[in-house]
C-alpha cells in the first residue's frame, strides 16, 4: 500500500465501504485481482492499485468518488486498459475503478446521426451495432475490445482522421462525474435529456475532460456522431524512396481532402511484425508506403476521385520524386483497412516478434516538421538497434498530423524494456522541439512536455485541476504537475 | 515410459508473449458484417481483469513465477480453478502465446497441486475416487456396467472385449457410464452400432478413467497413472483382440486419447495400428459411405452446440520451435481439420425432416456450456448459470432442441435449461440418429 494511504485508512474498512457502494462481489483487495490490473504493454513499470473496484452506475461512481475525497484514496478508470502510455497503471495506489460492466449503447440515432454509448462500450461491440444502421465511426487500429470512449476522450484517431478529424472531436455531449462526486452534463443534453447531439453553441466544456488522462473526472455517458458507410471502397497505393518524397505527396494529395484515411508507414511498419531487434530495409524495397482509403457512394464519385488521385500521382513524378504506385503487403493492408482489426488490435502486427512489449513516442506532429523529426527518430533508434517502424497520418486539414514510432520490445527483459523507454523518450524531446505534441502520453512524457510549457498553461492547467479536484485524487501524477 | 508435461518454469517463455490487448476477451469478426460476443464464461461471471480469459491467466502465471501470488492465499487458489479451459480466449489471440495457452492453465493448476494447494477440496474428491474406484464418480467398477443391463435384458449383450475379440473398442468414459442422464449417450451409441451390425466390445468394468479430469484439475501423476494403464490396455487389446479402432462418444476422452496421451514418449509405438475416433467422425463416414440410412423422419428444429474438446481444443498449432522459420517460438499457423465442426452438422442436415438453424457463436466460437475444467465440480452454481447464458442463445434462434456430442455439455446443458426455466432439451447427437436409424433386421 502507499505511505500516503496507510496513514490515513484502514484495509478491512475501506473495502467493506466500497462494497457497500457496489455490492460484496464488486470491490476487492485481493492481490491477484489486483496484480492483473498492475502492469499493460508498455515500458511503465508496474504498480499495484490498492483496491479494484467494479461499478456499473453513474451513481456508484459517485458514491465512490465522494468517499475517496473524505479518506484521500486516489481513484483511477479503467476500461480495457490497453492504452500505450501506463495510463491506468497507478501512480500511488488507490482504488481502481473498473468501468467495462458499464457497457451499453444506450442510443443509436440512426436519422441524426450519433450514438450515446457508456465507458465499456467496445468497438467491436458498436462496430456490430452501428453496422444494422449502415452507419460507421472511426475505428482505431487498437484491439476490437478496447473502449470507444477512452480512445475517444483522450484524443485517439480511428480510419476517418483525414474526413472527420480526431475521435475526440466527434463528441457531442458528456455525462461526467466530477472528482468531487457530481454528476454534470455538457453539451446539448444538459439543456435537454435527451438531446445529445452538440457540444456547440455553449462554452466547450467538454475540454475538461478530453485529453486529461483520466484525471479530471470520469465519463459515465459520451454522445459520439457517427456516419453513413459509403459502400465503394477505393484504395490507394503508392511507395517511396524517403520521407521527403512521402511528405510530399500526402501534402499534395490532402489539399483535395478526398480521403477517409491518409496513412504512410515506413518499411518496418508494413512488415507484420515488426523486425526486432532491427534489420536493414532489403535495398530493392522502398522505405515508405502509403494507403490512402476513399469511400464513395456511387461508382461515378469514385472514379472521380480516381481521377483526383491520378492527377496528383503523375504532379508527384513529374516532379521527379520517388513515387511509385505500387502494391501494399497484403496482411498489413487488411490490418489496416478491415477495421475494427484483429491482426493490428492484437498488435500481431506491433509487437509479435518482440514479445509482448510495445510503446510509442505517438505524436500530433505539424505535417511540415515529419521528414526532419523521422530522420533523426531513425538514428536514435537504429542506434538502440530498433526498427524505424513509423506512421504518419494526415488528420482533417494539412498542417498536423499523426506521426508515431511503433516500438516493441521484449517486456520480460527489463533492459529491452528500458533500452526501448530511453530510445522513446529521446525521439520525444526530438518531436517536442519541432514543435510536436505526444498524446496519452506516460509520466515521462509529461515531465519533459511541463519542461518546455508556457507557463501560464501550466499554471492554467493546475488551476483547472485543482478547481475540479481538490483534493487530487483522480489519477494523480499523471498530468507531471 | 516418459511424459513431457511442461511445467509452469518451461512455459514461462510463453506467457511472457501476451501483450496484455485484451483481444482474447471477445468472439469478435470483421465480417462484414462485424460480429463481436463475449467469450470467456469466468470473464463473464466475475469481471475483474485476473478472471477474463487468457490475459488474465498470463498476469496469474507471472504472478507465481515472480513470486507475487500465492497458492496459499485460498481467493487465489479459487481464481486459477475458476476457469473452464475452454480455450475460446485461444482462438481469439494473435500472437506467440496462442498455442500454448490451455497448456498455461493447466500449468498453473499442476503447479497448485504441486506445492500442496490444489485442487479444490471437492475437486479432491474426484481425484482420490479415480485412486479408489478408477472413476471420478466414487463409483463401484460394478456400477460401470449398468447400462448395460437393458442390452443384456434384450438377450443382445454388449461384448466384453477382454474376453472375445472385436475390431472395434467402444470406449464408454466415465460420465456416460457413471452418470444416469448422461447413460442416453453409450446407451444410444450401443444401440446404432447393433444396428448397423457393427463388431464392438467394451471394457465394462475394467473400463480405467481417461485421465482428464486429473489432467484439467492439475494432478499430473494421477493422469499418468491411468494413462499409462490405457495405453498398455489399448496395445494389448490391438495385439490378442484385433482391435483396430478405439470409438468413444465422449469428447473429454477424445481429447484426452487423442491430444494428451500424446504426450508420452512411447505414444507412436503403444497405438501402431489404433486408430482413435469419435462416434460422430465414424457415423460420418459410414454415411458418406451409404451405410448409414435414415428411415424415420424428425420434424424438429435444432441447434447445435459445438463441445469445446470436440472442437478448438483438437487444434493443431504450427510453432517455429527451434526459430528456424521466422524466430524462436513464432506460432505460424493453426490447422483445424481435426476439428469436429462440419460433420455433425452434415449428419443433422441429412435427417428427414430436420430444419437446422446456427446459434450465433458457434464453431471455433462456441460459447463454452460452463462444465469443462473441473467447473461443474468446483463450481456447481456457477456451471449451471452459465449453461442457462447458452440456452438462452439457442432459444434466441427458432430452435426447439439443442444437440450436441459431449456428455458433459449434454448434462449442463439441461441443469442450466432447468435453472433457468427453459423448455429446450439438449440431446446427445447419438440419441438423435438412433431415433431415425430402422431397427435392426
Given amino acids: 500500500m502507499t505511505e500516503m494511504h496507510t496513514e490515513s485508512t484502514d484495509q478491512q474498512r475501506i473495502i467493506k465501504e466500497l462494497q457497500a457502494i457496489v455490492g460484496e462481489k464488486n470491490a476487492t483487495a485481493a492481490k491477484h485481482v489486483r496484480y492483473a490490473y498492475s502492469y499493460d504493454m508498455s515500458f511503465v513499470l508496474p504498480k499495484l492499485p490498492d483496491y479494484v473496484v467494479m461499478a456499473e452506475t453513474p451513481e456508484h461512481i459517485q458514491n465512490i468518488l465522494r468517499f475517496a475525497n473524505q479518506e484521500k484514496i486516489p481513484v483511477v478508470p479503467f476500461t480495457a486498459g490497453t492504452n500505450i502510455g501506463g495510463l491506468c497503471i497507478p501512480e500511488r495506489g488507490g482504488i481502481l475503478l473498473d468501468l467495462k460492466k458499464m457497457n451499453k449503447i444506450i442510443k443509436i440515432d440512426a436519422e441524426s446521426h450519433y450514438a450515446v454509448i457508456e465507458p465499456g462500450v467496445s468497438h467491436g461491440q458498436l462496430a456490430e451495432a452501428l453496422h444494422e444502421h449502415k452507419l460507421r465511426f472511426g475505428w482505431p487500429v487498437g484491439p476490437p475490445s478496447a473502449s470507444v470512449s477512452s480512445c475517444a476522450i483522450s484524443h485517439g484517431i480511428g480510419g476517418l482522421n483525414a474526413r472527420y478529424g480526431l475521435n475526440s472531436q466527434e463528441i457531442t455531449s458528456m455525462e461526467v462525474v466530477l472528482p468531487t462526486g457530481e454528476l454534470v452534463r455538457v453539451g446539448s443534453c444538459a439543456i435537454q435529456e435527451d438531446s445529445w447531439h452538440s457540444t456547440m453553441p455553449m462554452p466547450k466544456l467538454d475540454g475538461l475532460f478530453k485529453g486529461w488522462l483520466g484525471s479530471s473526472g470520469v465519463v459515465t455517458k459520451l454522445g459520439i456522431a457517427v456516419h453513413p458507410i459509403p459502400p465503394v471502397l477505393k484504395v490507394f497505393t503508392v511507395s517511396c524512396d524517403n520521407v521527403e518524397d512521402m511528405y510530399s505527396y500526402m501534402l499534395n494529395l490532402s489539399n483535395y481532402e478526398i480521403c477517409d484515411d491518409l496513412t504512410a508507414v515506413s518499411w518496418w511498419l508494413a512488415q507484420v511484425p515488426i523486425p526486432y531487434p532491427y534489420r536493414e530495409k532489403p535495398d530493392d524495397q522502398p522505405e515508405w508506403f502509403s494507403f490512402a482509403n476513399t469511400n464513395s457512394f456511387t461508382e461515378k464519385e469514385k472514379e472521380a476521385r480516381e481521377e483526383i488521385w491520378e492527377t496528383v500521382v503523375a504532379e508527384e513524378q513529374k516532379k521527379g520524386t520517388s513515387l511509385k504506385v505500387t502494391e501494399y503487403p497484403e496482411e498489413a493492408l487488411r490490418a489496416r483497412t478491415q477495421l475494427p482489426s484483429q491482426i493490428v488490435g492484437s498488435t500481431k502486427n506491433y509487437c509479435k516478434m518482440a514479445g509482448a512489449g510495445i510503446s510509442w513516442p505517438g505524436t500530433f506532429t505539424p505535417a511540415n516538421k515529419w521528414a526532419p523529426v523521422y530522420n533523426e527518430w531513425k538514428q536514435i533508434l537504429i542506434a538502440h538497434k530498433l526498427s524505424p517502424s513509423v506512421r504518419m497520418s494526415m488528420y482533417r486539414g494539412v498542417h498536423y498530423g499523426m506521426l508515431r514510432a511503433m516500438i516493441p520490445f521484449g517486456k520480460q527483459n527489463p533492459e529491452e524494456n528500458e533500452n526501448a523507454r530511453r530510445a522513446i523518450v529521446e525521439c520525444l524531446k526530438v518531436d517536442l522541439d519541432h514543435g510536436g505534441m505526444p498524446y496519452k502520453p506516460p509520466v515521462d512524457f509529461g515531465v519533459e512536455i511541463n519542461r518546455r510549457a508556457h507557463p501560464g498553461y501550466l499554471e492554467l492547467l493546475k488551476r483547472v485541476k485543482q478547481m475540479l479536484d481538490p483534493n487530487d485524487i483522480m489519477n494523480p501524477g499523471k498530468l507531471g504537475i | ?441
Fill in chain 2, 1 to 441: 515410459m516418459k511424459w513431457n508435461i511442461p511445467s509452469l518454469k518451461e512455459l514461462e517463455k510463453y506467457f511472457w508473449r501476451c501483450t496484455a490487448c485484451g483481444t482474447c476477451r471477445s468472439a469478435y469478426d470483421y465480417g462484414p458484417p462485424p460480429n463481436a460476443r463475449p467469450i470467456c464464461p469466468a470473464g463473464t461471471e466475475f469481471g475483474f481483469e485476473g478472471y477474463y480469459s487468457s490475459k488474465g491467466k498470463a498476469a496469474y502465471a507471472r504472478g507465481v513465477m515472480d513470486g507475487t501470488l500465492d497458492f496459499d492465499d485460498p481467493e487465489f487458489l479459487e481464481a486459477v480453478y475458476k476457469c473452464t479451459v475452454c480455450a475460446g480466449c485461444q482462438n481469439q489471440c494473435q500472437v506467440d502465446f496462442k498455442p500454448h495457452i490451455p497448456e498455461v492453465i493447466e500449468a498453473l493448476r499442476r503447479e497448485a497441486v504441486a506445492r500442496g494447494a490444489g485442487p479444490l477440496p471437492l475437486q479432491k474428491n474426484l481425484v482420490q475416487s479415480m485412486k479408489n474406484y478408477n472413476n471420478p464418480y466414487q463409483g463401484p467398477r460394478r456400477v460401470r456396467t449398468e447400462w448395460t443391463r437393458p442390452f443384456k435384458k434384450a438377450k443382445t449383450p454388449i461384448k466384453n472385449i477382454n474376453k472375445k475379440s472385436a475390431p472395434i473398442l467402444f470406449y464408454v468414459g466415465c460420465t456416460g457410464a457413471f452418470n444416469q442422464v448422461a447413460r442416453a449417450v453409450p446407451t444410444a451409441t450401443a444401440q446404432i452400432f447393433q444396428k448397423l451390425d457393427l463388431d464392438f466390445g467394451i471394457l465394462g468394468e475394467n473400463e480405467v478413467c481417461c485421465g482428464s479430469t486429473a489432467m484439467r484439475l492439475g494432478d499430473a501423476d494421477e493422469f499418468k497413472r491411468v494413462a499409462t494403464a490405457n495405453l498398455e490396455t489399448f496395445q494389448k487389446l490391438h495385439e490378442e483382440r484385433g482391435v483396430n479402432t478405439i470409438v468413444t462418444s465422449c469428447a473429454g476422452c477424445y481429447r484426452a486419447i487423442k491430444k494428451d496421451y500424446t504426450l508420452s514418449s512411447d505414444f507412436d509405438k503403444m497405438m501402431a495400428g489404433i486408430k482413435v475416433v469419435h462416434t460422430v467422425d465414424y457415423l460420418y463416414d459410414l454415411l458418406q459411405e451409404g451405410k448409414l440410412k435414415f428411415e424415420k423422419e424428425l420434424p424438429w428444429t435444432v441447434t447445435y452446440h459445438d463441445p469445446c474438446h470436440t472442437g478448438r481444443h483438437l487444434n493443431k498449432f504450427k510453432v517455429d520451435e527451434d526459430g528456424s522459420e521466422l524466430w524462436e517460438g513464432a506460432y505460424i499457423d493453426v490447422d483445424e481439420s481435426e476439428c469436429l465442426y462440419d460433420r455433425p452438422r452434415e449428419i443433422l442436415q441429412a435427417i428427414p425432416g430436420i430444419k437446422f438453424v446456427e446459434m450465433d457463436r458457434i464453431r471455433a466460437n462456441s460459447y463454452c456450456c460452463g462444465g469443462g475444467g473441473g467447473v461443474m465440480t468446483g463450481f456447481g452454481d456457477w456451471a449451471a448459470k452459465n449453461a442457462g447464458i447458452r440456452v438462452a442463445e439457442a432459444m434466441e434462434t427458432s430452435a426447439e432442441k439443442m444437440v450436441t456430442t459431449c456428455p458433459f455439455c449434454h448434462y449442463n446443458l439441461n441443469e442450466g435449461a432447468k435453472r433457468s426455466g427453459s423448455s429446450m432439451p439438449t440431446h446427445d447427437l447419438t440419441e438423435i440418429i438412433n431415433m431415425v436409424l430402422p431397427e435392426k433386421e
